[in-house]
């Protein structure tokens, strides 16, 4: 009995092609998209270099951490200065 | 009959020489194979129903080791019992019935085991475990899916064991048979690494055994069982640099889920962030499956995504979910980020599936408060002429509570009635309108809108007291967010320390990501990662000293 090569479709793909038939009636419901976001697949391939992982751009600065935002010019600072002039006529009374 | 009789020989033959490639290939147990796999089971169909025949039959082809000749492989009673196992399973599978052949593969990655756990031969057979349990894992996670197939067979397991176990939580039992083997063998050098710098003998397989599991119980929502597999790989493992990449990512993967599922986000992002790291950048669905998780941990943490996400793929759906969320932080606008939270932008039932909508509602409220707090001091604070100017800069409680009953009102649907003295004909507008006094917001006429307890400011329709107010503000200084004390009986919060901060929003209002992460490095959570083994273990006054190497067990011989 010779070795056989790489093993191509799986048990599962066989379960699978049932499974997409008898759920192509129901593709339309989002549950379905929701459930295949949580797939993290097994890799293709088991092993890689650190140069494959390298993403050209800025790497170092992926998060934002100072972020305060000083502008007082959109509606929610209007309403809320608005809000703050009733409390200070309030006072003054 | 010959057939069977050259397969056995075959294997007999890659015992003896130790070759574990070829054996796992003829030990293979999913279609597409090739035909000889289709030959061997006809000629078991045909010739081999009666199992004890079969068995000494076995037994005849593939010898026992020879203890003298330690050198050299060989089979053990365990191999015996697997192999026969395995050609009943090819006599008898039916791969159209999915949930009996479920069953014949449990049966027979648990004999897998078994053999496997071998102390001196088991090894041979690592490899053809990892491929039997990888396909069992997949037909199970498979038929978690289809619960038509599955359903009589919950019922029968909830009769006999009283317990409810499902089938994908049962298969996760099994797999952890088998990482549990690969790590706590005994290896001949210490911490289970070579000398080539690789994990010795079966400890190779604890991240292949480790990652199974770990999906198995994601799927099923039993994350909490993945307790004891990080707990055990604290103490046992080699460093996980150690592993292929592929390991290593699926596993900080997991591990930081685990972590974010226990509110433990600095951790989370640690593990998140170097899986992220180290993924190939064209592995673009599996960089985003990491964002899903990344992104709102380091939001809880106080840190956002930049703009440098905009030219990655991978975040392109969901920069728009998240992206709301910041801005909402960022101006302290308590009512956009419950609405980006709520049904209102339609991403709530996402958040929810995915496990982050609660954590970011209810760690994401403090950075709101901040922020709300930094917006009502920089439109009511009056800087001081005089530079030197010793006074405290002052937050007036009273204008938080405004600013808090706004949000909870806006969040009611309260709307300003439209005031006849300065709204005029023909939508015209009176020229001194924006000196006039505006009406107060009152409720809709039909009523306020009902709010659930998480949508309202406090809980609900209440609306906001001093006494929240105030207890939010105390909140917000004993974690660090405001810098200063509050005042009960004048009804401020003070800030401290303005002019050695360069001014008091500095002083006030310090970054949350500094004060987070201070706090991290003050506690050394950023040096170690529980279940992340980064170092060598050392061995010390007080930890298990392997002896393998050096004391053999009683009657062991040698």
Same mark, same amino acid.
């Given at each position: 009995?010779?070795?056989?090569?790489?093993?191509?479709?799986?048990?599962?793909?066989?379960?699978?092609?049932?499974?997409?038939?008898?759920?192509?009636?129901?593709?339309?419901?989002?549950?379905?998209?929701?459930?295949?976001?949580?797939?993290?697949?097994?890799?293709?391939?088991?092993?890689?270099?650190?140069?494959?992982?390298?993403?050209?751009?800025?790497?170092?600065?992926?998060?934002?951490?100072?972020?305060?935002?000083?502008?007082?010019?959109?509606?929610?600072?209007?309403?809320?200065?608005?809000?703050?002039?009733?409390?200070?006529?309030?006072?003054?009374? | 009959?010959?057939?069977?009789?050259?397969?056995?020989?075959?294997?007999?033959?890659?015992?003896?020489?130790? =070759?574990?490639?070829? @054996?796992?290939?003829?030990?293979?147990?999913?279609?597409?194979?090739?035909?000889?796999?289709?030959?061997?089971?006809?000629?078991?169909?045909?010739?081999?129903?009666?199992? %004890?025949?079969?068995?000494?039959?076995?037994?005849?082809?593939? #010898?026992?080791?020879?203890?003298?000749?330690?050198?050299?492989?060989?089979?053990? #009673?365990?191999?015996?019992?697997?192999?026969?196992?395995?050609?009943?399973?090819?006599?008898?599978?039916?791969? =159209?019935?999915?949930?009996?052949?479920?069953?014949?593969?449990?049966?027979?990655?648990?004999?897998?085991?078994?053999?496997? %756990?071998?102390?001196? /031969?088991?090894?041979?057979?690592?490899?053809?475990?990892?491929?039997?349990?990888?396909?069992?894992?997949?037909?199970?996670?498979?038929?978690?899916?289809? #619960?038509?197939?599955?359903?009589?067979?919950?019922?029968?397991?909830?009769?006999?064991?009283?317990?409810?176990?499902?089938?994908?939580?049962?298969?996760?039992?099994?797999?952890?048979?088998?990482?549990?083997?690969?790590?706590?063998?005994?290896?001949?050098?210490?911490?289970?690494?070579?000398?080539?710098?690789?994990?010795?003998?079966?400890?190779?397989?604890?991240?292949?055994?480790?990652?199974?599991?770990?999906?198995?119980?994601?799927?099923?929502?039993?994350?909490?069982?993945?307790?004891?597999?990080?707990?055990?790989?604290?103490?046992?493992?080699?460093?996980? %640099?150690?592993?292929?990449?592929?390991?290593?990512?699926?596993?900080?993967?997991?591990?930081?889920?685990?972590?974010?599922?226990?509110?433990?986000?600095?951790?989370?992002?640690?593990?998140?962030?170097?899986?992220?790291?180290?993924?190939?950048?064209?592995?673009?669905?599996?960089?985003?499956?990491?964002?899903?998780?990344?992104?709102?941990?380091? +939001?809880?943490?106080?840190?956002?995504?930049?703009?440098?996400?905009?030219?990655?793929?991978?975040?392109?759906?969901?920069?728009?979910?998240? +992206?709301?969320?910041?801005?909402?932080?960022?101006?302290?606008?308590?009512?956009?980020?419950?609405?980006? @939270?709520?049904?209102? @932008? *339609?991403?709530?039932?996402?958040?929810?599936?995915?496990?982050?909508?609660?954590?970011?509602?209810?760690?994401?409220?403090?950075?709101?408060?901040?922020?709300?707090?930094?917006?009502?001091?920089?439109?009511?604070?009056?800087?001081?002429?005089?530079?030197?100017?010793?006074?405290?800069?002052?937050?007036?409680?009273?204008?938080?509570?405004?600013?808090?009953?706004?949000?909870?009102?806006?969040?009611?649907?309260?709307?300003?009635?439209?005031?006849? +003295?300065?709204?005029?004909?023909?939508?015209?507008?009176? #020229?001194?309108?924006?000196?006039?006094?505006?009406?107060?917001?009152?409720?809709?006429?039909?009523?306020?809108?009902?709010? %659930?307890?998480?949508?309202?400011?406090?809980?609900?329709?209440?609306?906001?007291?001093?006494? =929240?107010?105030?207890?939010?503000?105390?909140?917000?200084?004993?974690?660090?967010? /405001?810098?200063?004390?509050?005042?009960?009986?004048?009804?401020?919060?003070?800030?401290?320390?303005?002019?050695?901060?360069?001014?008091?929003?500095?002083?006030?209002?310090?970054?949350?990501?500094?004060?987070?992460?201070?706090?991290?490095?003050?506690?050394?959570?950023?040096?170690?990662?529980? *279940?992340?083994?980064?170092?060598?273990?050392?061995?010390?006054?007080?930890?298990?000293?392997?002896?393998?190497?050096?004391?053999?067990?009683?009657?062991?011989?040698?």
């Amino acid at each position: 009995m010779s070795a056989a090569p790489a093993a191509g479709a799986a048990l599962t793909t066989k379960a699978t092609t049932t499974d997409k038939s008898a759920e192509s009636t129901k593709d339309a419901k989002p549950a379905a998209a929701l459930e295949e976001d949580d797939e993290f697949e097994d890799f293709p391939v088991e092993n890689w270099t650190q140069e494959e992982a390298e993403v050209p751009g800025d790497n170092t600065h992926l998060w934002e951490e100072s972020w305060d935002d000083d502008d007082t010019n959109e509606d929610f600072s209007a309403q809320l200065k608005e809000e703050l002039k009733k409390v200070e006529a309030g006072k003054k009374r | 009959m010959a057939f069977l009789d050259g397969y056995l020989a075959d294997i007999s033959q890659f015992l003896k020489t130790k =070759d574990d490639e070829k @054996l796992q290939n003829y030990l293979r147990v999913e279609p597409p194979l090739p035909d000889d796999f289709t030959q061997l089971s006809l000629e078991l169909k045909k010739s081999w129903r009666d199992s %004890s025949r079969l068995e000494k039959h076995v037994e005849r082809l593939i #010898p026992m080791s020879d203890d003298d000749k330690a050198d050299e492989g060989g089979s053990w #009673p365990g191999f015996l019992a697997f192999i026969q196992e395995y050609l009943e399973y090819w006599r008898d599978v039916n791969f =159209d019935d999915l949930v009996r052949t479920h069953d014949q593969l449990s049966s027979l990655a648990n004999s897998c085991i078994t053999a496997m %756990s071998n102390a001196t /031969l088991g090894i041979v057979l690592l490899p053809a475990t990892i491929q039997l349990c990888t396909v069992l894992a997949k037909l199970a996670t498979m038929l978690d899916k289809r #619960p038509d197939l599955t359903s009589n067979l919950n019922t029968i397991t909830d009769a006999e064991q009283g317990e409810r176990k499902t089938l994908v939580e049962a298969t996760a039992e099994l797999i952890q048979r088998a990482f549990t083997i690969c790590l706590t063998e005994r290896t001949a050098n210490r911490n289970g690494v070579s000398r080539d710098g690789k994990p010795e003998g079966k400890k190779v397989g604890i991240y292949s055994f480790a990652n199974m599991v770990l999906k198995l119980l994601f799927q099923c929502r039993k994350t909490r069982l993945a307790n004891q597999l990080f707990t055990n790989i604290s103490a046992n493992s080699p460093p996980l %640099s150690l592993y292929p990449a592929s390991h290593r990512v699926q596993f900080l993967y997991y591990l930081g889920r685990y972590h974010f599922n226990n509110n433990l986000f600095f951790y989370a992002q640690l593990c998140l962030q170097a899986a992220y790291d180290q993924l190939p950048r064209l592995a673009t669905s599996h960089r985003r499956a990491i964002l899903i998780y990344l992104i709102p941990a380091n +939001m809880i943490l106080g840190r956002f995504p930049s703009g440098e996400f905009a030219n990655r793929p991978e975040a392109a759906d969901l920069l728009p979910i998240f +992206m709301p969320v910041v801005a909402a932080i960022k101006k302290g606008n308590m009512v956009a980020f419950k609405h980006s @939270l709520g049904p209102q @932008l *339609g991403n709530e039932k996402w958040l929810f599936h995915h496990g982050v909508l609660l954590p970011l509602l209810s760690r994401c409220e403090p950075l709101v408060w901040r922020s709300l707090a930094r917006r009502v001091f920089l439109l009511t604070y009056t800087f001081p002429w005089d530079p030197t100017s010793n006074k405290a800069a002052v937050l007036n409680l009273s204008d938080m509570l405004a600013a808090a009953q706004l949000c909870q009102k806006l969040l009611e649907g309260w709307i300003r009635p439209i005031d006849n +003295m300065t709204e005029m004909q023909n939508g015209r507008v009176h #020229p001194n309108a924006m000196f006039m006094k505006r009406p107060s917001l009152a409720p809709p006429p039909e009523g306020r809108k009902k709010l %659930s307890p998480k949508q309202g400011i406090i809980f609900c329709n209440k609306m906001p007291r001093m006494l =929240d107010v105030e207890s939010i503000v105390a909140g917000l200084v004993a974690q660090g967010f /405001l810098h200063g004390f509050m005042s009960h009986a004048q009804g401020k919060f003070a800030i401290i320390g303005s002019k050695q901060k360069n001014g008091p929003l500095n002083a006030g209002f310090p970054s949350p990501w500094e004060v987070i992460s201070a706090r991290a490095k003050s506690e050394k959570r950023d040096e170690e990662v529980p *279940g992340w083994i980064q170092k060598e273990r050392k061995i010390g006054m007080g930890g298990v000293v392997n002896l393998s190497g050096i004391a053999r067990p009683v009657g062991s011989g040698g």
